[in-house]
């Protein structure tokens, strides 16, 4: 069974730039949730997607949106990049709500980015 | 005060020893508490979970939670230089918007 698949792995970008990221999740899980990873304030959740609608957000601003595909594959887009924005972006996919009885989330191996 | 707090460490050992790692939180709420293990360039994955209070043991690793004190721990026996990586505690709460909160996460190195 294939886990979470995140593209690209890597990505150098510059101030100002746009970058979007790409998540697989499970085969059968319904919800993904995105997470930012930095040394400084470690596992921060950015949004929660389940059959293509956004279910939870974090407290980020809005140059960061995301999106479902009716295949549940999702998708995160950061406007604007700032330096700070620099991070590990962590994608985790579940069969229903992270916030639902037993799920738990399954990570991807991520996707760093760097802004320069 | 955060939500989950955790000592970063690093927190070094002889292979062979106990490892003990911790974390407070701080809503009452929190019914759901679980262990994640990162390794260097790769996401952090499952370790244990556990709804409300108790212990877990799954192999030579046990999760205790008291809730009374708003205290989770992970013990590791017998650890193992594979065991070297980041530790992520993170806790839950039970409504369906719940989201999952992690601690800053411990980074273990065991030492042959």
């Known amino acids: 069974k294939a886990g979470v698949t995140q593209t690209p792995r890597y990505l150098i970008k510059t101030r100002g730039q746009q970058v979007t990221l790409s998540c697989s999740p499970i085969?059968?899980?319904?919800?993904v949730s995105w997470y930012q990873q930095t040394p400084g304030q470690g596992l921060q959740f950015l949004f929660e997607?389940?059959?293509?609608?956004?279910?939870n957000k974090g407290n980020f601003p809005g140059r960061f949106s995301g999106r479902q595909f009716s295949n549940s594959r999702s998708e995160m887009n950061v406007s604007t990049l700032e330096l700070g924005d620099s991070a590990l972006y962590l994608c985790?996919?579940?069969?229903?709500?992270?916030?639902?009885?037993?799920?738990?989330?399954?990570f991807g191996a991520g996707s760093r980015l760097t802004v320069l | 005060q955060k939500e989950v707090e955790q000592d970063p460490g690093p927190l070094s050992v002889p292979e062979g020893a106990i490892v003990s790692l911790n974390c407070t939180y701080s809503?009452?709420?929190?019914?759901?508490f679980m262990w994640y293990r990162q390794y260097s360039r790769k996401g952090p994955e499952l370790l244990m979970y556990t709804y409300s209070s108790g212990n877990k043991e799954d192999g030579r690793f046990t999760a205790q939670v008291d809730k009374s004190s708003k205290y989770i721990s992970l013990f590791i026996r017998d650890s193992q230089p594979s065991d070297s990586a980041t530790y992520l505690c993170?806790?839950?709460?039970?409504?369906?918007?719940?989201?999952?909160?992690f601690g800053p996460g411990t980074s273990l190195s065991v030492i042959p």
């Open positions: 085969s059968g899980h319904r919800s």
């Open positions: 997607y389940f059959s293509e609608t956004q279910r």
């Open positions: 993170a806790v839950r709460g039970e409504t369906s918007y719940d989201k999952v909160i």
């Open positions: 985790a996919s579940t069969f229903g709500l992270s916030g639902s009885g037993a799920n738990v989330l399954t």
């Open positions: 809503n009452s709420a929190f019914q759901y």
